[in-house]
C-alpha cells in the first residue's frame, strides 16, 4: 500500500485482508490517522493485462478523480466497493485499447503533450488555475500525474477507436436518404428566441451602482414606486434612441443573475408556442407580439417590480432539407453502427488477452 509520503520499503503487518473494499478502508484509515513510527506501506498488483500490472495505488488514484467514487470513500459508503471493482473492470479495458494502440502504432502523438495542457487547463478554470486544482487533487488524495494519465488514455483511446472502428464505417446514399425519410422529427429547426430583460425591483438594496448615480443625479432621495416607474421610462427613452441595449441591461438590472450575461435570456421550442423560461414565467408571450429590434411596454408585476423586454433575435420553427442534414445525419449512423461495432470488438480484445487480477494481501511476522 501507499501512503500520502509515497511508496515505502515493505514490513511485514500482522494480519490478511481479503477483498478489494477492506483493503481500501485499511488504506483510507492510514491516509486518515498517523501510522506509528515503524509502520510502513506497500502498494499491490490488482490486476495484470498482457502482462502489464494496475496496482492498487494506481486504482485508487484514478477512483478518486471521481467525484462520486471521493464521496463514498470519505462517507466509507458500502458502495465503495462496488465502485471500486467497477474503476478496475474500467481499467483493464483501458489497458487493452492502450496495448491495441501500440500494435497499431497510433498511442503517441507529437500533440498529446499541447492537448493534455489544454485539457487540464480547462479543468483548472473553476479553481481558479493549476495550482488551486492541483490542491483539489491533494485533499482527494489524488497526484497530480494520475489526472494527466486520464486525460492522455482518454486521447489515445478516441484515436484508436478511429482507426480500429470509424474510419471503417462506410455510410452509403441510400442509407443517409432511409435515415432522413424514417426520422422526420428530427429534422425541424426549433423555434428560437433571444430577449434582453432588464428587471427593475422595488427592493432598494438591489440597485446597481448604474441605477445609484441615476438616482443621485435626479436628486431622488428616496427609492419608491414612483422613482421605480421613472427609471424604467428612462431605460426604454433609451432603448428606442437606440442605446446598446445589452449595456443598458448589464447597467441598470436589478436580477443579480442577469447582469452579467447583459439581461440575455434565450428559450426554444419545438412547437409554434415558444416555451417559456424557468423562472421568467410570461415573458415569451410578452415578447411575442414584438418584431425585431422592438422593446416592450413598462410591464408591471404582482410584485410591484418592474420588467422592460427587448425582442433582440426570433427564429420561426423550420424544416431542415436532405442537403443541409446530411453531414449530421452520416455522424448519426456512424455513432450507431460504432455501438454496435464497439461492443464486438473489446470482446476481442479480451477474448485474446491474458488477465489476471489478484486479491491483495498484508503480511506480518
Same mark, same amino acid.
Do not use: C, H, W
Given at each position: 500500500m501507499e501512503n500520502s509520503q509515497g511508496a515505502h520499503t515493505v514490513r511485514k503487518i500482522c494480519f490478511v485482508i481479503f477483498g478489494l473494499g477492506a483493503l481500501l478502508c485499511a488504506e483510507s484509515a492510514h491516509a486518515q490517522e498517523k501510522a506509528p513510527e515503524d509502520t510502513v506501506f506497500a502498494d499491490f498488483i490488482v490486476a495484470v493485462v498482457n502482462k502489464e500490472p494496475i496496482t492498487l495505488n494506481y486504482l485508487l488514484q484514478r477512483s478518486r478523480l471521481q467525484r462520486k467514487f471521493s464521496i463514498a470513500e470519505r462517507n466509507? !459508503?458500502?458502495?465503495?466497493?462496488? *465502485? *471500486?471493482?467497477?474503476?478496475? /473492470?474500467? #481499467?483493464?479495458?483501458?489497458?487493452?485499447?492502450?496495448?491495441?494502440?501500440?500494435?497499431?502504432? +497510433?498511442?503517441?502523438?507529437?500533440?498529446?503533450?499541447?492537448? +493534455?495542457? =489544454?485539457q487540464v487547463k480547462d479543468k483548472a478554470e473553476p479553481f481558479n488555475g493549476?495550482?488551486? #486544482?492541483?490542491?483539489?487533487? @491533494?485533499?482527494?488524495?489524488? @497526484?497530480?500525474?494520475? *489526472?494527466? !494519465?486520464?486525460?492522455?488514455?482518454?486521447?489515445?483511446?478516441?484515436?484508436?477507436?478511429? /482507426?480500429?472502428?470509424?474510419?471503417?464505417?462506410f455510410v452509403s446514399p441510400r442509407q443517409l436518404r432511409e435515415y432522413y425519410a424514417e426520422?422526420?422529427?428530427?429534422? @425541424?429547426?426549433?423555434?428560437?428566441?433571444?430577449? =434582453?430583460?432588464?428587471? #427593475? @425591483?422595488?427592493d432598494e438594496e438591489d440597485l446597481t451602482e448604474e441605477g445609484k448615480k441615476w438616482l443621485k443625479n435626479e436628486k431622488i432621495n428616496e427609492w419608491d414606486p414612483a422613482a421605480c416607474q421613472k427609471l424604467g421610462k428612462y431605460i426604454r427613452l433609451r432603448i428606442l434612441n437606440r442605446a446598446d441595449v445589452g449595456q443598458l441591461a448589464g447597467k441598470y438590472t436589478m436580477r443579480l443573475s442577469e447582469q452579467e450575461k447583459n439581461g440575455l435570456l434565450e428559450f426554444t421550442s419545438k412547437t409554434e408556442k415558444y416555451a417559456k423560461v424557468s423562472g421568467v414565467k410570461g415573458l415569451a408571450e410578452i415578447s411575442n407580439p414584438l418584431r425585431e429590434g422592438e422593446v416592450s411596454k413598462i410591464i408591471k408585476k404582482r410584485s410591484g417590480d418592474l420588467d422592460i423586454v427587448y425582442l433582440e433575435m426570433r427564429r420561426p420553427l423550420s424544416k431542415i432539407g436532405f442537403q443541409a442534414a446530411q453531414e449530421n445525419i452520416a455522424r448519426e449512423i456512424k455513432r450507431i453502427e460504432f455501438d454496435l461495432k464497439i461492443q464486438v470488438w473489446l470482446g476481442t480484445l479480451r477474448q485474446k488477452a491474458t488477465i489476471r487480477q489478484f486479491t491483495p494481501r498484508q503480511k506480518s511476522n
Open positions: 466509507r !459508503d458500502p458502495n465503495m466497493q462496488r *465502485l *471500486l471493482g467497477e474503476k478496475l /473492470n474500467s #481499467l483493464i479495458i483501458e489497458k487493452l485499447i492502450i496495448q491495441e494502440g501500440k500494435r497499431l502504432k +497510433v498511442a503517441k502523438n507529437k500533440g498529446d503533450d499541447k492537448e +493534455v495542457e =489544454r493549476v495550482t488551486g #486544482l492541483k490542491n483539489m487533487l @491533494s485533499e482527494r488524495g489524488v @497526484s497530480y500525474r494520475a *489526472l494527466e !494519465d486520464e486525460i492522455r488514455s482518454n486521447i489515445v483511446i478516441g484515436r484508436v477507436y478511429f /482507426n480500429a472502428i470509424t474510419k471503417n464505417i426520422n422526420p422529427g428530427e429534422f @425541424s429547426r426549433a423555434a428560437k428566441t433571444k430577449i =434582453r430583460r432588464i428587471r #427593475l @425591483s422595488l
